[in-house]
């Protein structure tokens, strides 16, 4: 017997692909990429890092990630309604409000300490939507995983910026 399935496709593809798209382009808007952002990828350049920083090409891991995340909303969408499902979709759609909000603190704001507390925030969300989604959809859980453990290391990352550069005017 086939799980009966929901969500409307087409409200999923413009609720879902309007995140995502809204997402990219305010994270491109704040981000410290060089052809994008100069001005704001100087200051990146010139923040005190710690030694498990990872090399500027491994921030390409947001692609697969990004892909991951939207093939599990999609299998949230259309799963059967619950407030299980509810749940996971709400936090879905917070991962990619509070991806935006991380880099327009950290980036847009230079406000280091406040970027790394709302890491903490990401986190949590990240944590409770590989929970929230393992209860509606297994392959979805599995999807969101890698995204949480980025977002964590993201958010330690965050942490040890703020410490080495408190007190910095840079």
Known sequence: MTQARSGDPLLGVLALGGALVASSVLSA???????????TRRYYKRLAKPWFNPPDWAFGVWGPLWAMLSVAGWRLWRAQPSRARTRALGHWFGAQALNVAWLWLGFGRRNRAAMAIEAAATTANAVALVDAARRVDGPSSALSAP?????????????ELWRLNRGRRI
């Open 29 to 39: 808007a704040f981000s410290p990429a060089p052809v994008l952002n100069p001005d």
């Open 147 to 159: 995204y949480l453990a980025w977002i964590a290391f993201a958010g330690l990352l965050s942490e």
